[in-house]
């Protein structure tokens, strides 16, 4: 169920995730494959950031399992600005830098090379200029330009990104975009969590539709239906988080 043909890069087998014994994400199947632009929608609360998560290894399934053909080091995860802290007092390169922690690690030095890719990186975000500005200094828009170019320097197979355009402002958004189409014209696999209807409509040619449970997964066309997002709406307003506790072994079985 869900995805479509070819080569999966991401298998989901009857996926159930808990938080304190509540299901975040009740019993998914599905499959992202190589090279597909992927956008994760739903309500709020429906497990999308959780999906993320998940896959990345951030949260451990509590039934139910998730099949990867990618190194850990060649994911990149870009979280919600919410939940980065900006107090520390790195520099605009510094942090792009860190994009090679995988390779690096914590003893490892840097070479020209990685910082004249750090360098080319920030050109292409459009923040020449910013190297030696702390990121606490930046805006919004232009810290996830930052965060970008740090993805950039990954040089992933897989990106997940979370929620990437909350918050910025339209010409911001269009520089992401293109960098997210021009991943996706060199076949990485990019499987985003987004809110804007239109913009999945737009940008994104397969799409996965949350309320905790999988509501539909395919083309995007197919996805956005006014059925299957009344759908969602029923199920998100359904919720309760004081309900009797999932066994997702029992409910597997």
């Given at each position: ?54 896959i990345m290894g951030l949260v451990q399934p509590a039934g139910g399992c998730i099949r990867t053909d990618t190194p850990r080091s060649r ?101 992401l975009l293109a960098l997210i189409h021009q991943w996706h014209t060199q076949g990485r696999t990019v499987i985003a969590v987004l809110h ?58």
């Amino acid at each position: 169920m869900g995805g479509c043909r070819g080569s999966a890069v991401v298998t989901l087998e009857n996926l159930t995730v808990s938080y304190r014994q509540h299901p975040a994400l009740h019993h998914i199947g599905g499959k992202f494959v190589k090279g597909a632009l992927t956008a994760v929608i739903g309500p709020n609360g429906s497990g999308k950031s959780t999906l993320l998560k998940s896959i990345m290894g951030l949260v451990q399934p509590a039934g139910g399992c998730i099949r990867t053909d990618t190194p850990r080091s060649r994911i990149a995860y870009l979280p919600q600005q919410s939940e980065i802290d900006r107090s520390f007092p790195m520099q605009v390169r510094d942090c792009v830098l860190l994009g090679n922690w995988t390779t690096v690690g914590a003893w490892g030095g840097i070479s020209a090379a990685m910082l004249a890719r750090a360098d080319a990186a920030i050109h292409t975000v459009g923040l020449v200029g910013f190297e030696r500005r702390t990121v606490g200094s930046l805006s919004s828009g232009q810290f996830q330009r930052v965060l970008f170019a740090r993805l950039l320097m990954q040089d992933a197979n897989l990106m997940l990104l979370d929620e990437p355009f909350n918050a910025m402002d339209s010409r911001t958004t269009a520089a992401l975009l293109a960098l997210i189409h021009q991943w996706h014209t060199q076949g990485r696999t990019v499987i985003a969590v987004l809110h804007d209807d239109a913009q999945v409509l737009a940008h994104f040619d397969q799409t996965v539709l949350l309320a905790r449970e999988l509501v539909a997964w395919g083309p995007t066309a197919q996805v956005l239906t006014e059925a299957n997002l009344q759908r969602a709406r029923v199920l998100a307003e359904a919720w309760d988080d004081t309900a009797e506790i999932c066994h997702a072994d029992e409910a597997a079985a």
